[in-house]
T-cell receptor
Framework: DTGVSQDPRHKITKRGQNVTFRCDPI?????LYWYRQTLGQGPEFLTY????????KSRLLSDRFSAERPKGSFSTLEIQRTEQGDSAMYLC????????????FGPGTRLTVT | GQNIDQPTEMTATEGAIVQINCTYQ??????LFWYQQHAGEAPTFLSY????GLEEKGRFSSFLSRSKGYSYLLLKELQMKDSASYLC??????????FGTGTRLQVFP
């Protein structure tokens, strides 16, 4: 299967710890997006990349969040000093630059901060 | 902001037709998207509208009126497997998507 993959699928961490998630997009897709989704809500945009360049970052994202896509392939999302409010599903999506409307989502990483 | 409004829940009967409405702010609007999300799964792309009118794709159709800031998703010949959340999303000047809270559709036999 050559869809979007995310690792880990589930992460439980204690408040104050750092966590890092990985996303592997569909191989030919040059756009990569990160979203966060809480129960009963739609996904909330966090940031997106075109190749290795981070083109936009949500103003809602605190300085504790950072994302990278160093070689324009996989991406990592790091949350430092986690808080209980960070508990959510973190979704990654990818698309072709010329078809940005057709975003393919990965299965997500469910983060629980205790 | 760019509020995306859609009903929270809808119910329908197997074999029926259901219409899920969505309204959005028109300033800076690019295009309108519909995604389907089954419980515990990732969203899957259904449709994209940028021009006014109806786009039909099998049992699913999506309509857009740019001047009214209005879209709907029409599901025909409902099946039990159509029970899911349907997410309306819009793009504004950039390629990021702004999602609504989703409409949870329950299909009953």
């Amino acid at each position: 299967d050559t869809g979007v993959s995310q690792d880990p699928r589930h992460k439980i961490t204690k408040r104050g710890q750092n966590v890092t998630f990985r996303c592997d997009p569909i191989s030919e897709h040059n756009r990569l997006y990160w979203y966060r989704q809480t129960l009963g809500q739609g996904p909330e945009f966090l940031t997106y990349f075109q190749n290795e360049a981070q083109l936009e970052k949500s103003r809602l994202l605190s300085d504790r969040f950072s994302a990278e896509r160093p070689k324009g392939s996989f991406s990592t999302l790091e949350i430092q000093r986690t808080e209980q409010g960070d508990s959510a599903m973190y979704l990654c999506a990818s698309s072709l630059k010329l078809r940005p409307w057709e975003q393919y989502f990965g299965p997500g990483t469910r983060l629980t901060v205790t | 902001g760019q509020n995306i409004d859609q009903p929270t829940e809808m119910t329908a009967t197997e074999g029926a037709i259901v219409q899920i409405n969505c309204t959005y702010q028109t300033s800076g609007f690019n295009g309108l998207f519909w995604y389907q999300q089954h419980a515990g799964e990732a969203p899957t792309f259904l449709s994209y509208n940028v021009l006014d009118g109806l786009e039909e794709k099998g049992r699913f159709s999506s309509f857009l009126s740019r001047s009214k800031g209005y879209s709907y998703l029409l599901l025909k010949e409902l099946q039990m497997k159509d029970s899911a959340s349907y997410l309306c999303a819009a793009s504004y000047n950039t390629d990021k998507l702004i999602f609504g809270t989703g409409t949870r559709l329950q299909v009953f036999p």
